[in-house]
């Protein structure tokens, strides 16, 4: 038995991932057999045609093939099976077709992608607490029948309200964006806080 992983599977496939709210991998295999599927179907038009990966954005819809919100083309090299897509909005739905888009503008798609969703870029805007109990018994098996109890949160010294918190978070983005704004202007603001001693 060996240690190393295979280079090919023998599977046309293409697979999409989520690396960040605006960042995504793709990667793929083709099989000589699918390329040579491709190249039939496009026939003449496969000289000077590009290899592509077509991403779809398909937030909040059923896609059927045709109705995307946004496409857009990235031109890669099959040969690289692997590649990062750089997006413009984070907290959407993509997939992805890999395949050639013939000099003439036709495209001939190879494989699709399954479904990824990004993450929202910032913080998310939920701030209360639900804390639960679980109960179980030694030697027994959860009763699927019998919900979870939900319990309020356990109280301790010094606890904020939601607003109170709100307006500390709210303190730190202003601190953040004045320090940002004096960082952009040249100013470190080390040297602001010693040159007013």
């Known amino acids: 038995m060996t240690a190393e992983l295979t280079d090919h599977y ?5 697979v999409l991932m989520v690396v960040d709210p605006l960042l995504l991998f793709a990667y793929w295999e083709v099989t000589p057999e699918s390329l ?3 190249q039939d179907a496009l026939g003449a038009e496969m000289v000077g045609a590009r290899a ?12 059927d093939g045709t109705n995307a919100h946004h496409t857009f083309d990235i031109d890669i090299g099959l040969e690289a099976r692997g590649w990062y897509v750089h997006l413009w909005t984070a907290e959407k ?5 890999l395949g050639f888009v013939a000099r003439t503008g036709r495209f001939h798609a190879i494989t699709r992608s399954n479904i990824v969703h990004t993450p929202r870029a ?4 939920r ?3 639900r804390w639960m109990r679980v109960r179980f018994m030694r030697r ?12 309020p ?9 939601p607003e109170e918190l709100r307006a500390l978070l709210e303190r730190r983005l202003r601190e953040q964006a004045r320090l940002a704004a004096e960082f952009a202007k040249g100013t470190s603001p080390g040297s602001m806080s010693q040159g007013s001693r």
């Not at 592509?52 to 398909?58: A, E, G, K, S, T």
């Not at 027994?140 to 319990?151: A, C, G, H, T």
């Open 10 to 14: 023998g599977r046309t496939e293409l």
């Open 140 to 151: 027994r098996k959860p009763d699927p029948s019998r919900s979870l109890e939900s319990v």
């Open 93 to 97: 739905s993509y997939c992805a077709d």
């Open 52 to 63: 592509v990966l077509r991403l779809y954005d398909i937030s909040l819809i059923h896609f």
């Open 127 to 129: 701030d209360e607490e």
């Open 122 to 125: 910032g913080v998310s805007a």
């Open 36 to 38: 040579g599927q491709a």
């Open 153 to 161: 949160a356990p109280p301790f010294r010094g606890r904020q309200s």
